[in-house]
């Protein structure tokens, strides 16, 4: 993407000695143990700046304790998680989300009596006069970016002075995924972002997740959905037991080929040697 | 049916779904109370509840009612401002009445007269070193006791996390009896000219529109508003927007404590005097002027406006009761029935939302 290729000689450069700068994520060995269950071992993935990966795996497979350790929810048990050219520990989802990682969980994060505007920038107000906690709001300012981000991700929303509580499934998540596109989040993550909503609301999200990878913005979606995973993403990256098992690029497989990696039939020969089976 | 930038789909704009103030809905019961006693007092005294029918006074509404009606609502309505705000965050508030007696007594023992027609004031409480003084003098010693209440309060629900029903009853009874203590139950009278000139007249209710409209603005145009709301309808949500849901906590619990002192500060000056009862039920009451006027109790729902008109009920309530010739206690009946309505009609209007519709 452009916008990484301008970063490199400024902020990207002095970090950059041992890792290469458009590499947004890494992480290395990455395991969680919950007692003796180990529900993620050695995990070794990458993402690009502006590529958009999917993971998938059959439930229980470590999909998302995987991402419970990037974000911070969970603690790690150990390995490595490399942030931006940084190492990171986040003791919790707000640092993650301050150091520009956006979670759209499956359960959304929204205040149902607040409107949409309010939502987006919930804890991190337009303030038109500064008073601590009297600080007077900048209504019009918030109405403004919300209308210009709306717009960015082609979300429609009948009328953004509506609270939270009376949209439907489609229009939440829709809020929830606008707001990452506020803050030119580093990386957005989606937690099964249509699992709950009908044929048109899934069609909306997914026209925002294309709206994202036009903005070049990096991408990591966990989903159950082949189609969806196969007109959206880039790259596949298949979890199994606990371990990742496959690493594919879309274009050189294909919703039966994944399936197999998903189910045990295959493993790709360098994932062999880690005991997945 | 409009069309995305992707062009599939969209969503219909259905102006049905238009979030409407749901003050209106309040605002109408209150009409609908005012034409029922105006009704019931044509049919059994052939008398108005409204306007005035007496031939000496030139004016078209009955003045004297009017002002009664909110007057005697003012001072529980201030502490409700404090009240509705708690309610909001989806917090509770029972100590505000008992808040009110501590304060009242603490407040008129600062506000005392060192003479009485020529003679030394018989309930002084302190020496000579707290007679006649100054009359910011009390105010300050009152706010400072509705800052401490409300703060220990707020302190002991964000941190403790103990439910704010139990540390604000808690509160509630340790308040009653700290204002017993105070003065081994003896009222405390005879204030500075100064300090009763506070709640003279109409006074409260110029104090209850000041501050009922400081705190519509508050709760509407800045951060702290926003973050009430927001903490009420999902805390954990507003938690990862990086609010600090405890802090915010103990501010609203002290801003409540401290309207709680400015009613007992306005009404140990009206009463010229303050006893250790005083303010008894009054939590109950402003609970019920916020519920009434549509504050959820679930959180997240209602508006300082919504209180006003609540408040004004209860005003009209008691006075078209006193109107009707009716006893006091149907009053108090007809008043426990009101708020278990209220509650009732914000259940229904939740399941509503939740449903769609």
């Known amino acids: 993407m452009s916008d990484a290729k301008t970063n490199l000689p400024g902020d990207a450069a002095p970090q950059s000695d041992r890792h290469p700068s458009d590499v947004i994520l890494e992480t290395r060995d990455l395991t969680k143990h919950y007692g003796g269950v180990h529900a993620l071992e050695g995990a070794n993935f990458t993402l690009r700046r502006g590529e958009h990966v999917a993971i998938m795996g059959d439930n229980g497979a470590g999909k998302s304790t995987f991402v419970r350790q990037i974000t911070g929810v969970e603690q790690r048990t150990r390995g490595d998680i490399i942030f931006n050219g940084r190492p ?112 048109q609301e899934t069609a909306q999200v997914e026209n925002i997740v294309r709206t994202l990878k036009e903005a070049g913005e990096p991408l990591i979606l966990i989903s159950h959905n082949m189609r969806q995973v196969m ?47 | 049916m409009a069309n995305t930038a992707h062009g599939i789909g969209g969503l219909k704009y259905d102006p049905r779904k238009r979030t409407k103030p749901p003050e209106l809905n309040v605002l109408l019961a209150l009409v609908l109370i005012i034409v029922t006693f105006e009704v019931l007092g044509w049919l059994l005294y052939r008398d108005s509840f409204l306007f005035n029918t007496r031939d000496n006074v030139d004016a078209i509404f009955n003045w004297a009612r009017l002002n009664i009606i909110i007057l005697q609502v003012s001072i529980i309505g201030i502490i409700a401002i404090g009240v509705t705000q708690v309610i909001i965050s989806g917090g509770i508030d029972l100590s505000s009445g008992s808040i009110v007696g501590a304060t009242a007594m603490i407040v008129m023992s600062f506000a005392q007269t060192e003479l009485v027609n ?63 203590w105070w003065t081994n139950g003896q009222p405390v009278s005879f204030p500075t000219e100064g300090f009763a000139a506070l709640g003279k007249g109409m006074m409260p209710v110029v104090y209850f529109i000041a501050l009922a409209i400081l705190f519509h603005l508050i709760l509407r145009q800045t951060v702290y508003g926003k973050h009430t709301y927001a903490t009420g309808s999902n805390e954990d949500a507003a938690r990862m927007s990086g609010i600090n849901v405890a802090r915010h906590k103990v501010l609203i619990y002290t801003l409540a404590g401290m309207l709680a002192s400015i009613a007992a500060i306005v009404l140990s000056s009206k009463n010229l005097t303050a006893q250790a009862g005083m303010g008894g039920m009054y939590e109950l009451d402003a609970i019920a002027m916020s519920v009434i006027g549509g504050v959820s109790l679930a959180g997240g729902r209602g508006s300082i406006i919504g209180t006003v008109l609540g408040a004004l009920i209860f005003g009209v309530i008691i006075s078209g009761f006193t109107f009707l010739k009716l006893d006091a206690y149907y009053q108090e009946m007809v008043k426990g029935a009101i708020i278990v309505g209220a509650v009732v009609l914000d259940q229904w209007r939740q399941r509503r939302t939740a449903a769609g519709m």
Not at chain 1, 237 to 246: D, S, Y
């Open chain 1, 231 to 277: 007109d959206l993403v880039d790259r596949i990256v298949v979890f199994r037991r606990g371990r990742i098992v496959a690493n594919l690029k879309r274009d050189e497989t294909d919703g039966q080929d994944v399936v197999a990696y998903i189910t045990g039939a295959k493993t790709q020969p360098e994932y062999v040697g880690e005991g997945a089976a």
């Open chain 1, 88 to 199: 990171v520990q986040f003791a919790g989802p707000l640092e993650a989300r301050e150091a520009g990682i956006e979670t759209v969980f499956q359960t959304l994060a929204l205040a149902d009596h607040l409107d949409v505007s309010d939502n987006l920038f919930l804890g991190r107000e337009k303030i038109r006069f500064r008073l601590g906690p009297f600080s007077i709001l900048d209504y019009r300012a918030m109405h403004g970016a919300t209308l210009e981000a709306l717009e960015r991700t082609g979300v429609k929303i009948p009328n953004i002075h509506n609270t939270i509580e009376r949209m439907s499934g489609g229009q939440r998540q829709c809020v929830a995924i606008a707001r990452t596109a506020t803050f030119h989040s580093k990386l957005t993550i989606m937690d099964e972002p249509t699992a709950a909503l009908g044929v």
């Open chain 2, 118 to 180: 020529g003679n030394p004031n018989p309930k002084a409480v302190f020496g000579a070193w707290a007679m006649d003084l100054p009359v910011i003098v009390p105010i300050l010693v009152g706010l400072a006791c509705g800052l401490v209440a409300g703060c220990i309060n707020g302190l002991l629900i964000a941190y403790t996390r103990i439910p704010p029903f139990i540390a604000t009853l808690g509160m509630m009874v340790s308040a009653r009896g700290l204002s017993k």
